[in-house]
């Protein structure tokens, strides 16, 4: 009696398997990670958004803004940080002659979760 086979060995079905897994691994991995970039992508482009938000609060009405601070409902995980830096630029034209510039530049720094942005938006001639 002659029988055929039909069907795998439990050794075959166990390699299938092994290797599946594998390449599952691979693909989560990958998955993983790709999803952890887009999220820091999502929150660069929020943190931009809402940089240009405190902007125009700002230059609506600079006084009443708080030097530091969150959004509130808007988006509770980021913080924003408003700096002003005095700039002096001095050039000598002749022996006897200086020329100098004063500027103040503001800007906001934005950070949510990993994200950080620094967005200069106001740069005006200082006093002398």
Request: hydrophobic share 45%; with cysteine; proline share 2%.
């Amino acid at each position: 009696m002659n029988m055929k086979r039909k069907g795998f060995t439990l050794l075959e079905v166990m390699l299938a398997v092994g290797m599946f897994a594998v390449l599952g691994l691979v693909c989560l991995e990958n998955y993983l990670l790709n999803a952890s970039i887009a999220q820091k992508i999502i929150d660069d482009q929020t943190c931009a958004i809402l940089a240009k938000q405190k902007e125009f609060e700002y230059l609506q009405n600079p006084d009443a803004m708080a030097e530091s601070g969150d959004f509130g409902a808007a988006d509770p995980d980021a913080r924003y940080q408003i700096e002003s830096t005095d700039i002096t630029l001095s050039e000598t034209v002749a022996i006897d002659s200086e020329i100098t510039f004063h500027f103040v530049a503001t800007r906001i720094i934005v950070e949510k979760r990993g994200s950080r942005i620094s967005y200069p938006f106001l740069i005006k001639q200082g006093e002398d």
